[in-house]
């Protein structure tokens, strides 16, 4: 297991390691790039790096400008600001014609913490899902947020990289695959699947490890492509395990949970719980309180669990 | 004429600032130190507001556009008796009603919600509508910043506020030159910001940011039935030494040794 390592900062390193070997990205960013670490990139490659300002609809636009002229702009912000303020221009001027933009955009979820419920994203999952074109991913680790970027590097058309704020320790290898639209199953178990994403992995471990203690094999589904789903893997578990429970640090309506519902709908009889936050804004709070005061932890996951299974 | 009082609340809402950013170890002490003054212009000079009946229906209105500059507004909220001073040391903690970014739903005082830059002002925009057409006298402040002021919204706004002459709306920008990743003019130059609020309609004055009186002044000068812009000059991080005109201290947590030495140059008490 290599260091525990800011999300935003492995997107950054990221970044200059693909500007390295690919002359035609160029990076975006809306007064934030301290923030989202795309500064590692400007200081590496100055003359393919603007600063748009607090200007975060013009951003997305010229990420289409540049997009149309043949190079592959990856445009960042906070979650909140791209998805949700942008999201129109997404919309039209990126995705409706499948424009090559790529958005790495930080400080999503509930992890922003003390920031409070005006800066927690708990929808730009579901805002980006139900656009047509668009590939999701949500990485788990440094590793996986690397490959991430390297991967929407080799799609041609628009991806959405949600990118967490806190410091994660390293969950899964440099030689794990990471193959779009394909799940990666990180424990075997056949009493129920854990079908997790991003930071929420790491507690669907330590409850799979933990329920291993009180006699429950949980298998534990890594989900880091939420568009497209990986249909076959989620059906594949159903069918060994009878009951699955999806989590991720968003809101139920829309995102992960709602995606593995519509896999299940009309093709599988299994037992189906959804975790994750329940249709509400977030709060102001250290994160560790707010995984608490939303039913997020390892210990709610086993609850869940034992729950579906009893039933 | 410096007023001893108002300059002794200066420091003493300075050193809450300081104490609240200190306990949650988060937060915005830049923006929030560079905007005293120019909140105290407001609700020690020129508002009409009733600490003991806040949602009173024509009070004035205080939309502070920039929310991350809100522990300077919770400071002057509690010592005009909105709320008590001690729930300050709670500031974005889980069961606060001080939020990070302003909550109307949580905090008494607070008449709009913010932190997403640019909507404040055009919230503001709604209210002084909302003030004509009820045949009300009250006014609206809207308070942005001036990496804010790039965000296109604040230009749509403008135009809405002058194209209906509204008279009852003021704009602040607490102009401290910076934003988060350095100085306005190197990340998104707005170049002559007054000359552009005034070919959009407004009716323009330029103040020392930190002058209390001025600012008052500016607030109460002839608007000739246009919404008025005035423009403070500001120094952020302002009191602090080690933070003033320094971008990187517009979102970072002080440290104790870091604490100590700013509560010593504001005159505070480090006790916490
Ligand atoms: C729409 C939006 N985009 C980005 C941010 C993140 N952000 C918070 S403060 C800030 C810089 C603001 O600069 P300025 O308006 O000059 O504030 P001040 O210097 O007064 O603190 C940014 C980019 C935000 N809160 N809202
Ligand atoms: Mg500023």
């Known amino acids: 297991m290599s260091e525990a390592k800011s999300l935003r900062v492995a997107y950054g390193e990221a970044l200059v390691e693909l500007g390295a070997i690919n002359a035609n990205v160029v990076v975006l960013d809306a007064d934030l790039a301290h923030a989202t670490m795309t500064s590692m990139f400007e200081a590496k490659y100055p003359d393919r790096f603007y600063n748009f300002g607090l200007a975060e609809a013009n951003m997305m636009c010229a990420a289409a400008g540049f997009a149309h002229s043949g190079l592959m702009p990856f445009a960042s912000t906070f979650a909140l600001f791209g998805t949700g303020r942008a999201y129109e221009q997404i919309r039209n001027s990126i995705a409706y014609v499948n424009a090559n933009v790529k958005f790495g955009l930080s400080h999503s979820g509930l992890s922003v913490g003390e920031d409070g419920g005006s800066h927690q994203s708990v929808e730009d999952i579901a805002l980006m899902r139900v656009v047509p074109n668009m590939t999701i991913f949500v990485p788990c680790d440094p590793v996986e947020t690397k490959k991430a970027v390297f991967a929407a590097a080799e799609i041609n058309g628009p991806v959405y990289i949600r990118v967490a704020r806190p410091v994660v320790e390293t969950l899964t290898e440099e030689s794990t695959p990471f193959v779009p639209g394909k799940a990666n199953l990180m424990r075997e178990g056949d009493h129920v699947c854990i079908v997790a994403t991003g930071l929420m992995v790491k507690d669907a471990l330590k409850a799979s490890e933990l329920l291993m203690a009180r006699g429950i094999k949980a298998s534990v589904l890594n989900v880091h492509t939420i568009k497209p789903i990986d249909a076959q893997a989620i059906l594949e578990r159903a069918g060994a395990c009878g009951a699955l429970v999806s989590v991720e640090e968003h809101s139920v309506i829309g995102g992960l949970g709602s995606a593995v519902a519509e896999v299940l709908a009309g093709n599988s009889a299994a037992r189906f719980a959804r975790m994750g936050i329940q249709d509400r804004f977030g709060i102001s709070g250290k994160p560790a309180d707010l995984f608490e005061h939303f039913d997020l932890t390892a210990a709610h996951i086993i609850s869940r669990c034992e729950g579906l299974l009893k039933a | ?272």
């Not at chain 2, 000068?221 to 517009?250: N, Q, Y």
């Open chain 2, 1 to 272: 004429m410096v007023d001893d009082v108002l300059a002794a609340k200066a420091r003493r809402i300075r050193s809450d600032i300081l104490k609240m950013l200190y306990l949650c170890q988060s937060g915005h002490p830049g923006g929030s130190l560079s905007l005293v003054e120019i909140l105290m212009a407001l609700y020690y000079k020129t508002l009409k507001v009733d600490p003991a009946d806040p949602a009173k229906e024509d009070r004035d209105r205080v939309v502070l556009s920039k929310g991350h500059g809100c522990p300077a507004l919770y400071a002057i909220l509690a010592d005009q008796g909105f709320f008590p001073r001690e729930d300050l040391w709670r500031l974005r903690q889980i069961d606060s009603h001080l939020q990070g970014h302003p909550d109307m739903m949580k905090t008494p005082g607070i008449d709009v919600n913010t932190g997403s830059l640019g909507q404040g002002a055009s919230v503001a925009v709604g209210l002084a509508l909302a003030a004509k057409h009820k045949k009300m006298g009250y006014r609206i402040f809207a308070v942005v910043g001036d990496g804010e002021i790039q965000e296109g919204m604040i230009w749509e706004a403008a135009m809405a506020a002058a194209h209906y002459k509204l008279d009852n709306y003021v704009m602040l920008m607490d102009h401290n030159g910076l934003q988060i990743d350095g100085r306005n003019e190197a990340v998104m130059g707005l170049g002559d910001i007054s000359a552009k609020f005034r070919a959009f309609g407004f009716q323009c004055y330029d103040v020392d940011g930190h002058d209390i009186e001025a600012i008052a002044a500016a607030i109460e000068a002839p608007s000739e039935g246009k919404p008025k812009f005035i423009r403070c000059r500001t120094l952020k991080g302002k009191g602090v030494s080690f933070m003033e005109d320094v971008a990187g201290w517009h979102g970072k947590p002080m440290n104790a040794e870091e604490y100590k030495k700013a509560m010593a140059e504001i005159g505070g008490s480090d006790d916490v």
